[in-house]
């Protein structure tokens, strides 16, 4: 019995350090095992729990024609909680892991509010009441695992060349690409591309399904498979103009119930990431080798559909949404300890079919806008404020590079500098051949690695006009991050 409980107890210790380590990738040699209460006197049972809470202000030269709150304006200086996160996960025996995440998203001055309605939230559309208090805290993601075959014996603690994981719920554990499943903490370039998520709170829950996942590693290769109930999206026919060409552009509506399947692999080189939990990192800020090369799908069938004529009773025509990726990541540390220069690189190419001529627009964080009264001008197609074409049928590239620049700057271990820039080009079938880009350059200062940072940058987006860009606006963004 005391050679069984040990053996328990040395399991339980390994699977804690896998824990410290898969979310002790805030680049902070000095974190540890963050907010973790042990339920027994061993330390084998125990719940961990983090939080992490992102303050944005900003800048914004607004797209042509725009006003927020109903008045007309060329640009906006704002703030904002772009996120507010509380997670927590258990692994309550060598073989079970319970996660679950709540939060807030994209709360402001005029939007992100409760849907009360008047005085007490959201006020909708009427600019009357206030639109931004009292945000919704909803449930992200809430997943069960169960280890079929462990990374490392249980018993012999060696590692075994294949691993498998099967898993429940709400989750994460999606495919596409690397940046598909990017935690939200440790960012390297302020805040994602957007069309990393490409069903982002359509057929999905901010990135998140319901379903089962396989998950593991095959030598150097780490997989994740899952199949999933997409959340219902309708879009019904409707009546339009006579020879409207909106017949013609796939909208999203799954009816059918069909589910999704999706996955991703991707082959290690150097050093191995912890896939304990499925968030992966956008900058390891100095502490670990990596070079990964990885390939991503998602297929769901009748997911979109167009319509057969002008009429509110058309017909629908349903299309299957097929997507795939093919991305590498870099972090390779140099110079010693002393030192520790870095660099961080990725790029990601996706090619995604949504159905003929589908396109969606949007932003972050775009307020209460619409457009300006008595307003002659030029409009952007794709919108008012800072909305700009993200996803749809057709291409898009992305690279984003980084620096973290050595400690003799600051003289510390703690503080460090790490300058980045992004790059995206993107073609939609909507607009023919047109090509879209924008562009971003600005810094992180890591006070304690991800836990303690300022970030700014400047980035661009495109003005759409007769189906291609015409030109760009920008905005000026300063965000601080704390992650506990």
Not at 269 to 281: G, Q, R, W
């Amino acid at each position: 019995m005391k050679r069984l409980r040990k053996k328990i107890l040395l399991a339980a210790i390994f699977l804690m350090v896998c824990s410290a380590d898969a979310l002790a990738q805030g680049g902070s040699p000095t974190y540890g095992d963050g907010l973790k209460i042990k339920l027994d006197s061993t330390g084998k049972k125990y719940i961990r729990f983090l939080v992490w809470a992102d303050f944005r202000a900003r800048y914004t030269d607004l797209n042509p024609g725009t006003a927020v709150n109903g008045i007309a304006k060329d640009n906006m200086l704002d703030f904002g909680v772009r996120q507010f996160r509380l997670a927590l996960y258990s692994q309550l025996s060598p073989r079970y892991l319970i996660l679950g995440t709540l939060g807030i998203d994209n709360q402001s001055f005029s939007s992100g509010g409760s849907a009360g309605g008047g005085n007490t939230g959201n006020g909708a559309g009427t600019f009357n009441g206030t639109l931004g208090k009292k945000p919704s805290l909803y449930l992200h993601e809430f997943w069960n695992e169960y280890t079929v075959v462990p990374e490392n014996d249980f018993k012999t603690h060696k590692h075994n060349f294949a691993s498998l994981y099967i898993g429940a719920g709400l989750h994460y554990w999606v495919g596409i690409s690397r940046m598909s499943s990017l935690s939200s903490f440790n960012f390297l370039a302020v805040d994602a591309p957007v069309y990393n998520w490409p069903l982002i709170d359509n057929s999905d829950q901010l990135g998140r399904q319901i379903g089962i996942y396989l998950k593991g590693n095959i030598g150097p290769v780490a997989y994740r498979w899952a199949l999933n109930k997409p959340f219902t999206v309708l879009n019904p026919a409707v009546a339009y103009p006579a020879n409207a060409p909106e017949i013609n552009y796939a909208v999203d509506n799954n009816a059918n119930g069909d589910l999704s399947t999706t996955g991703y692999a991707a082959w290690q080189f150097l050093e191995k990431e912890n896939t304990l939990v499925p968030y992966s990192t956008g900058s390891y800020v100095g502490t670990k080798k990596v070079l990964n090369i990885g390939a991503g799908y998602y297929y769901s069938a009748n997911g979109t559909t167009t319509q057969l004529d002008n009429t509110a009773s058309s017909p629908l025509i349903n299309h299957n949404i097929k997507i795939w990726a093919a991305d590498i990541f870099a972090d390779i540390p140099w110079g010693g300890n002393r030192l520790n220069w870095a660099f961080t690189g990725y790029s990601v190419y996706y090619r995604n079919n949504f159905g003929p001529n589908y396109l969606r627009n949007g932003s972050i964080m775009n307020e209460n806008i619409g457009p300006a009264k008595g307003y002659t001008g030029t409009v952007s197609q794709a919108g008012f404020g800072n909305s700009a074409p993200i996803i749809g049928t057709g291409s898009s590239w992305f690279t984003q590079v980084g620096l973290l620049l050595p400690k003799t700057i600051f003289k510390t271990d703690a503080v460090r500098f790490q300058p980045f820039a992004e790059y995206s080009l993107q073609t939609f079938q909507r607009y023919g051949n047109s090509k879209f880009s924008w562009w971003s350059a600005g810094g992180n200062i890591y006070l304690d690695g991800h836990h303690a940072k300022i970030s700014f940058k400047y980035q661009t987006r495109p003005i759409v006009v007769l189906d291609r860009q015409n030109s760009s606006k920008g905005t000026y963004v300063i965000a601080t991050q704390v992650f506990l």
